[in-house]
């Protein structure tokens, strides 16, 4: 029986929710939800096409994560007009809808490219806004200043593939870009006022849990709105399988068990600010190399997640401290990002300074 008196908790972000939901926030800065279309417009990627590197990321296929209507042979018009057929299936009280550029990096092109690209998106009538993934080496001061410029007139949210804190990593999984870069791509898109997310994965090869848990502070200080969090996977027929199958004891793969303990552990230190879309990763089981979940849904994970935040009598933020300029703040962050960079080559698409 519970407690006559029980105390009904409202929390930093407004309601009684014990973590910063994507999807509260979004309904109450734009008054509904809207479902992300997502579009394969043939980009590629630094590391990708030679001018950082190939091969691309060693945990990357995009197949695992693109639906079957994406494919770059399709116009951003046809593909937006089946995902919204696809969605209607699937999530019938969905009306309006975000084109939701993700394969690969979606500002590695030409200004002209990019325009034409976003603006097929936005005549489409059902579409309220643009949702953009990227990588922090893909942007400079012209391409931000044409995001800036394009978010006066939509909804527009700009996601950074960071996916780790720590250079070491970043080389290790062929990133070819270093974490100042990312620093330097979100100061300078936060003093645009674009709308930032980030995306990180935990369980990279070579990271301690100490050194993930770490993570939360780091991401604190970022000027960031959202954030995506996958647990990693490693996806059949990419480098990483190659390197798991050699040296599986430079993984932290996580047990559901264990990432639960973890993921309530590392929301105590998260900054309340931030808002929360992901916590896990979901590719489907044919293209996962192993398989350590079973079958949870992303919905039974977020109860789970809420279940344990309420058992422990704990929330987002509860352990966060804001850094003062004396204790670090920003400066933590240029600190860190001071870390040995990558040298960086002339690249097919140049892209200028970052102001």
Same mark, same amino acid.
């Given at each position: 029986?519970?407690?006559? %008196?029980?105390?009904?908790?409202?929390?930093?972000?407004? %309601?009684?929710?014990?973590?910063?939901?994507?999807?509260?926030?979004?309904?109450?800065?734009?008054?509904?939800?809207?479902?992300?279309?997502?579009?394969?417009?043939?980009?590629?990627?630094?590391?990708?096409?030679?001018?950082?590197?190939?091969? $691309?990321?060693?945990?990357?296929? %995009?197949?695992? #994560?693109?639906?079957?209507?994406?494919?770059?042979?399709?116009?951003?018009?046809? &593909?937006?007009?089946?995902?919204?057929?696809?969605?209607?299936?699937?999530?019938?009280?969905?009306?309006?809808?975000?084109?939701?550029? &993700?394969?690969?990096?979606?500002?590695?092109?030409?200004?002209?490219?990019?325009?034409?690209?976003? %603006?097929?998106?936005?005549?489409?009538?059902?579409?309220?806004?643009? @949702?953009?993934?990227?990588?922090?080496?893909?942007?400079?001061?012209?391409?931000?200043? #044409?995001?800036?410029?394009?978010?006066?007139?939509?909804?527009?949210?700009?996601?950074?593939?960071?996916?780790?804190?720590?250079?070491?990593?970043?080389?290790?999984?062929?990133?070819?870009?270093?974490?100042?870069?990312?620093?330097?791509?979100?100061?300078?898109?936060?003093?645009?006022?674009?709308?930032?997310?980030?995306?990180?994965?935990?369980?990279?090869?070579?990271?301690?849990?100490?050194?993930?848990?770490? *993570?939360? *502070?780091?991401?604190?200080?970022?000027?960031?709105?959202?954030?995506?969090?996958?647990?990693?996977?490693?996806?059949?027929?990419?480098?990483?399988?190659? /390197?798991?199958?050699?040296?599986?004891?430079? #993984?932290?793969?996580?047990?559901?068990?264990?990432?639960?303990?973890?993921?309530?552990?590392?929301?105590?230190?998260?900054?309340?600010?931030? @808002?929360?879309?992901?916590?896990? $990763?979901?590719?489907?089981?044919?293209?996962?190399?192993?398989? @350590?979940?079973?079958?949870?849904?992303?919905? &039974?994970?977020?109860?789970?997640? /809420?279940?344990?935040?309420?058992?422990?009598?704990?929330?987002?933020?509860?352990?966060?401290?804001?850094?003062?300029?004396?204790?670090? $703040?920003?400066?933590?962050?240029?600190?860190?990002?001071?870390?040995?960079?990558?040298?960086?080559?002339?690249?097919?698409?140049?892209?200028?300074?970052?102001?």
């Amino acid at each position: 029986m519970e407690p006559k %008196n029980r105390k009904t908790i409202v929390y930093p972000w407004g %309601n009684e929710r014990r973590f910063n939901a994507f999807s509260d926030y979004f309904r109450k800065v734009y008054g509904a939800r809207m479902q992300k279309v997502s579009i394969d417009a043939g980009f590629t990627c630094p590391n990708r096409d030679g001018s950082k590197g190939t091969g $691309g990321c060693t945990y990357c296929d %995009n197949k695992a #994560f693109n639906p079957s209507y994406c494919t770059p042979s399709k116009s951003v018009t046809r &593909q937006i007009e089946e995902g919204i057929e696809f969605h209607r299936k699937r999530y019938r009280r969905a009306k309006s809808y975000l084109a939701y550029f &993700q394969a690969y990096s979606n500002t590695y092109a030409s200004l002209d490219t990019l325009s034409d690209l976003f %603006n097929e998106a936005l005549r489409h009538k059902d579409i309220k806004g643009l @949702v953009i993934g990227t990588r922090p080496d893909c942007v400079d001061s012209e391409i931000l200043d #044409f995001l800036k410029d394009l978010s006066g007139r939509t909804i527009l949210l700009l996601e950074y593939g960071i996916e780790s804190c720590y250079d070491k990593t970043l080389i290790r999984i062929n990133r070819r870009n270093t974490f100042k870069e990312a620093v330097d791509a979100l100061e300078a898109s936060r003093s645009r006022g674009l709308n930032i997310g980030a995306h990180f994965i935990f369980g990279l090869p070579g990271e301690t849990r100490e050194e993930m848990l770490k *993570e939360a *502070e780091i991401i604190s200080e970022m000027p960031l709105k959202s954030v995506k969090f996958h647990q990693l996977q490693i996806i059949k027929g990419t480098k990483m399988e190659e /390197e798991y199958s050699r040296n599986p004891s430079d #993984f932290e793969i996580f047990t559901w068990d264990d990432y639960l303990d973890f993921i309530i552990k590392f929301l105590g230190k998260l900054n309340p600010a931030i @808002v929360i879309e992901r916590f896990t $990763g979901e590719a489907p089981p044919r293209y996962l190399s192993r398989e @350590v979940w079973g079958k949870k849904r992303t919905d &039974q994970i977020v109860g789970l997640i /809420e279940k344990r935040l309420e058992e422990l009598d704990t929330w987002q933020g509860k352990y966060y401290k804001r850094k003062s300029p004396l204790e670090g $703040g920003r400066g933590m962050l240029k600190e860190i990002a001071s870390l040995a960079s990558l040298d960086r080559n002339n690249g097919r698409i140049k892209l200028g300074p970052i102001l």
